[in-house]
């Protein structure tokens, strides 16, 4: 929802990857800013207006990116989103970093800088295309931060270790950081930030990106 300089962009980030994408705006004029090789969806309306939402296909929908210019707006979609149709995977874009903080502890991820912010949705929205939070200088070494497929919530992060093959030294939860230990169960919405070496990156992806193999 939005389809200003950050909807857009994110719009055509999710589609280079390769993904089927809707964009809601009340401006139509706002989606010459998509480029003419766009395929996706282009709706008309209001982003927390139910038919609106039926019509972007939010009942197929993986994730919501709320990134209209409003943070009433945004939030009340987001809200929407997660309570009416049952969709988690879903980021809000807050302008006020008070209030972003406070839906944070509600559950729902906000992001509230405007210079980075289509980056760090496509993070929360994707378990795919990482970005380093910090490389060592060597450039060998790297922490990057992840979300998590719905089917590990609830499995312990040596689980999730294990089947990654290296540490979670830390996870940013209800927009508080916590050190994990070994028993600690993953939750909805939780952002992993995992330490790995260049080579096991896409592995990494791979794993979180799909649920547990049940052996």
Not at 148 to 164: C, F, K, N, P, Q
């Amino acid at each position: 929802m939005g389809c200003g300089r950050v909807g857009s962009s994110l719009a055509r980030s999710l589609e280079r990857r390769g993904h089927s994408v809707a964009v809601i705006d009340r401006e139509p004029d706002a989606f010459r800013r998509l480029g003419a090789d766009f395929n996706g969806l282009t709706i008309k309306g209001i982003g927390f207006d139910r038919t609106v939402l039926v019509a972007a296909g939010i009942q197929e929908a993986d994730g919501f990116a709320a990134v209209s210019s409003g943070d009433n707006s945004n939030i009340l979609a987001a809200r929407v989103v997660r309570e009416t149709y049952g969709i988690h995977n879903v980021v809000a874009r807050i302008y006020d970093q008070g209030r972003a903080e406070v839906y944070e502890r509600l559950g729902i991820p906000s992001v509230a800088t405007v210079r980075w912010a289509a980056d760090q949705v496509l993070r929360r929205l994707l378990p795919e295309g990482s970005e380093p939070q910090w490389r060592d200088p060597s450039g060998q070494v790297r922490l990057i931060q992840l979300g998590a497929h719905d089917g590990w919530v609830g499995h312990r992060i040596s689980e999730i270790e294990t089947a990654l093959g290296t540490r979670i030294p830390f996870l940013s939860r209800f927009g508080q950081g916590m050190v994990p230990a070994a028993s600690t169960l993953l939750q909805d919405g939780d952002m992993l930030y995992i330490a790995a070496t260049n080579e096991a990156v896409p592995h990494i992806e791979g794993v979180l990106a799909q649920p547990p193999v049940r052996i």
